[in-house]
């Protein structure tokens, strides 16, 4: 049972309209601003993929019990009586700053306001607030309504009570919530991505791997590791009986070496631009976005229930979820 019955999304892209459809799956009703030409489209299909997910997981429910959409002609309409309002426009600071803005003069005093930000801090976010208490940052990752992590900051302002709701609200709609405890540019999953981003683009600059090369280095090997057990504990199983100790003493050294270029990014020159985008259209631009989409749901969702089988990570969160069914 979701700890409220009533969002706000505004902002109904790729992410904000995710957010819409887990919050709707999970049986909340959601009230959605956006005014781009083609918003309703967006949200129809990425809802109409979310469902079709969900039933590979054998958790889509009802009808009955699956939250309504109502889409607003305004920030204010859009945040009356909802008990968190989620803001998902592009990554532009004086866009978020005039969004979150109208979203503080709007909302209910008790409404927690959440930004799905993957850069900016929340503290800098607040800075035109006038109750920046109750803003964070609840940065999902896409797709929102299969993956189950969200990064929950606070910022200098924010009240630990309204952290603690956060926590709450997004467990009860089925995520795993990170409390990243302090402020920093790109939280920490981003950092992450980051880090890997880098390094792809000076192997794909330097001509040792195209982009498919890439991505099967990473979805035929380590990122399999990665979807059950994370970075540290596929490490600690590398260092044998001897865990992380021995695994350090034995590759530690390896940090030293000129193995990486993580610090020094390529020029994206028009050149290298134009050498990602046709290895990119080469490898899969045969197919189109939602099918990819499709593609990549039914994949998740298999690995989902793989987990769930087991027990283990990610799969937790859906047995948990399966536990609340009616």
């Not at 940052?137 to 200098?156: A, D, K, R």
């Not at 590398?238 to 993580?262: C, N, V, Y």
């Amino acid at each position: 049972m979701a700890e409220i019955a009533r969002a706000a999304a505004i902002g109904c892209g790729v992410i904000g309209a995710g957010w819409v459809a887990r919050l709707r799956l999970a049986g909340v009703d959601v009230a959605t601003y956006d005014p781009a030409n083609d918003a309703d489209e967006v949200l129809v299909e990425v809802f109409d993929n979310a469902r079709r997910a969900w039933r590979q997981l054998e958790l889509e429910p009802p009808i009955g019990l699956i939250g309504s959409m109502t889409r607003c002609d305004s920030i204010e309409a859009a945040c009356d009586g909802a008990g968190v309002v989620i803001e998902s426009v592009p990554e532009r600071l004086e866009l978020k700053h005039a969004t979150l803005a109208g979203v503080d003069a709007a909302a209910d005093p008790e409404a927690i306001i959440a930004s799905s930000t993957s850069g900016f801090r929340p503290s800098v976010l607040a800075e035109p607030l006038a109750h920046a208490e109750r803003l964070i940052v609840g940065h999902p990752f896409n797709p929102v309504y299969l993956l189950p992590l969200v990064e929950v900051v606070g910022g200098e302002s924010t009240s630990p009570e309204v952290i603690d709701r956060a926590m709450r609200l997004y467990r009860s709609i089925g995520m795993h919530p990170l409390h990243v405890r302090t402020e920093i540019d790109a939280h920490v999953a981003d950092r992450l991505l980051e880090a890997v981003w880098r390094e792809a683009l000076w192997l794909v600059h330097d001509g040792v791997a195209t982009t498919a090369e890439i991505d099967d280095a990473i979805r035929f090997g380590f990122g399999l590791r990665w979807a059950q057990m994370g970075l540290f504990d596929t490490y600690r199983i590398a260092g044998g009986l001897g865990g992380m100790r021995h695994f350090i003493a034995q590759f530690g050294e390896a940090l030293s070496w000129p193995w990486t270029k993580l610090m020094d990014v390529p020029e994206l020159t028009d050149e290298l631009i134009d050498t990602i985008a046709s290895q990119s259209d080469e490898q899969s631009g045969h197919i189109g976005i939602r099918e990819l989409e499709r593609i990549r749901d039914r994949n998740l969702a298999a690995i989902l229930r793989a987990l769930e089988s087991t027990n283990w990570g990610a799969g937790r969160t859906v047995a948990s979820m399966r536990s609340e069914l009616p």
